[in-house]
């Protein structure tokens, strides 16, 4: 093994020409540097440095050496800046269902972690049911799920109001069977969609389906069929209340965390106080 502190003395001999020059640019003595760089030859087994030339030169040992010696000070320095920079050393693992990662929610994790460089945020979006599980399971830190009540451990609650959907052109009465527009199976919509139609004892088909919100809406507009989603997710998209449906009983959106101190509980109330503006600003959203 090459020690870096016998390395750095080689080079600063070779770099000042002098023992006593580079004993002052690192700070040491002309006897420590002498002994340092006589370990180093003894460990190479070669004269290094020919210390009759003037000015101090490197022997042709000491040039094959100089070049690795220099590499291998540059890797040093990088590890070491490297490890001391705590950028992306902590890890907040969230899980958001996808409709709740939004503009707002984006910029709050952009501006959380712009403040804390040891934070990297680690976001993961999808189905409230399947979030839910891989948050139990330990998968997740922080978890934002749709889910028809809150358990006992959440940390905030708010409702989400939900309304029928259609085309903003549609202007006819939907043939029978009524053709639905859902998500895939797991989702939560998907399961209130079929209970709602059933109660009103149409008939129905799954005209399209995903597990992309945005292709949801669009297909809407499309006027593939009529769809259920929270009003949150309505805002300049092209779609109306569809009227004889109306809206359903609020889903409710809840946050869980299993840390209730340091960033955690942090990024928990900020993420809170954006939820709380979406569920305050949803109720006029959508018009008929």
């Known amino acids: ?35 340092q760089l006589a370990r180093l030859e003894e460990t190479v087994g070669h004269a290094l440095i020919d210390r009759d030339a003037r000015p101090i030169s490197a022997t042709a040992s000491g040039e094959r050496l100089q070049g690795y010696a220099r590499r291998i000070l540059t890797l040093q320095q990088e590890a070491q800046a490297a490890l001391g920079d705590p950028a992306g050393l902590t890890a907040i693992r969230i899980g958001l269902a996808e409709d709740i990662f939004d503009g ?19 976001v993961t979006s999808g189905l409230s049911r399947d979030l839910t599980r891989r948050y139990r399971d330990g998968e997740f830190d922080i978890a934002v799920v749709k889910e028809p009540a809150p358990s006992a451990d959440a940390r ?7 309304v029928w959907l259609e085309a903003m052109d549609a202007d006819h009465d939907w043939p029978d069977p009524m053709p639905l527009v859902v998500f895939s199976p797991g989702g939560l919509y998907r399961d209130q969609m079929f209970e709602r139609i059933e109660r009103e004892r149409r008939r129905w088909y799954v005209a399209f389906s995903s597990s992309s919100l945005p292709n949801i809406l669009v297909a809407v507009e499309a006027g593939f069929g009529i769809t259920l989603l929270p009003v949150a997710t309505t805002p300049g998209r092209r779609v109306k209340t569809y009227a004889p449906f109306g809206t359903e009983p609020p889903i409710a959106v809840s946050i869980y ?15 809170s106080a954006v939820l709380r503006l979406r569920g305050g600003t949803t109720n006029a959203v959508v018009q008929g």
């Open 1 to 35: 093994m090459l020690d870096p502190r016998l390395l750095r003395a080689f080079i600063g001999i070779l770099d000042t020409g002098s023992f006593t020059r580079a004993a002052e640019q690192l700070h040491l003595t002309q006897s420590t540097i002498s002994q």
């Open 104 to 122: 707002p929610m984006a910029a709050l994790f952009r501006e959380f972690a712009q403040g804390r460089r040891e934070i990297r945020m680690d």
């Open 156 to 162: 905030a609650s708010f409702p989400e109001p939900m």
């Open 257 to 271: 965390s299993w840390e209730q101190t340091g960033p955690v509980k942090e990024l928990v109330e900020w993420m």
